[in-house]
């Protein structure tokens, strides 16, 4: 593996990982604090999450620059993670799962597909 692809991995699990310290405070903060319903916050916080990923994968991870094709393909691509992610958050939730551990979870479920379909659909 060339030394470029390793740093596109590398790059990603770090956005990721600082991606995912901001979403589990946003869940806290909205649902013990702000007392938001826990599928709610979990749409709420990844859309957001979602805009500041589009601007840091585009010109951090995969360094490519901004074109109105990837913003549909990236909507797209959001809109079922975000789907997706939801059922599997509710899922969690419905067995008993703590929200922040169904949160947890869903994030290493969703991680490798998402990281997969970004490389190579999105900013292809």
Not at 118 to 123: G, I
Request: no cysteine; glycine share 2%; proline share 2%.
């Amino acid at each position: 593996m060339s030394p470029e692809k390793v740093m596109v991995y590398v790059r990603y699990f770090s956005v990721s990982a600082f991606g995912y310290m901001f979403i589990m405070a946003g869940m806290y903060v909205m649902v013990d604090v702000l007392d938001i319903a826990k599928v709610a916050s979990y749409l709420l916080v990844y859309l957001f999450s979602y805009v500041i990923e589009y601007l840091v994968t585009l010109s951090f991870v995969f360094r490519k620059t901004h074109h109105w094709l990837k913003i549909i393909k990236f909507a797209i691509h959001t809109l079922v993670s975000l789907a997706l992610g939801a059922l599997v958050f509710d899922a969690l939730i419905k067995i008993n799962i703590n929200y922040l551990v169904a949160t947890f979870l869903t994030a290493i479920i969703l991680l490798p597909i998402r990281f997969l379909s970004n490389r190579y659909l999105v900013y292809s």
